[in-house]
């Protein structure tokens, strides 16, 4: 059976499924073909349901929940950290309330963070590889960093303003679920299953073998030195990864229910689990 396994092509997700592009595990009847992408194409897919197995944002899901059940695996949560909010210098709380921010696609976790962050903010979509430089020049006055920007931004003579992870975690005590993985609801619930415990082998494979996956994941990390793209695989890939468990199931749920409560997105609840 061929299974479209659709991702990011960044150091997280590369270090995720480096045992099964790599062919380290054992697959079974199914033979994988990765589909790499940005994450507002890959959500774009999901709203059609594309692909048998997807990543897609956790704010997505409203919009994918009859097509897909999310996995217990591959969840990347930023628990007291995540996209971060830069400018130039720094920004007042008023400011920011005015101010026109470029922001990763329209159906990103960042974008529905900033919403519930900052609901009177312009969100202006990107590119999100564009997002600092664009802030830099300032054709924008403040950009929502994604991937390993987060770490990076700093380097480009940027300001952190607000690290809305950590003000998740503020307002919630939660960690702020950003991706996920899912499979279709039209695969058989066997197939779900084995595909779920495959991409949880995946993961748990590259966290037993650090040192090669990480290898296998620096020419994904878009020219970041390999200690930052550590620090940022670290961030993303880990025991939460491996099994979101119950306080990742509530982090994702809460997430959802305040952002229909907001007027934001679709009621999404209860939310199909894999």
Sequence with gaps: MNIRLAHSPDADDA???????????????????HVLADIQTLNDHARRGTYEVTALSAHAYAHARDGYAITRCGGSFGDGYGPVLVARGPMSTDELARAVVAVPGATTSAALALKLFCPTATARVMEFDRILEA????????????HEGQVTYAQQGLCGVTDLGAWWRNRTGLPLPLGVNAVRRDLSGDDRS????????????????????????????????????????????????LDMGPRGRRAVEEFLRQGHQAGIIPDALPVAWA
Excluded: Q, W
């Design 194 to 241: 084995r595909l779920t415990e495959i991409l949880h082998r995946s993961i748990a494979y590259g966290l037993a073998h650090r040192e090669e996956a990480l290898t296998y994941a620096l020419p994904f990390a878009r020219d970041v030195a390999p200690p930052l793209t550590d620090r940022f695989v670290g961030m993303y890939v880990n025991d939460t990864t």
């Design 15 to 33: 270090f995720m499924f480096y045992a099964l592009a790599a062919g380290k595990i054992d697959t079974g009847a199914y033979r994988f073909e």
């Design 135 to 146: 802030v830099a020049a300032g054709d924008v006055p403040c950009g929502l960093i994604i």
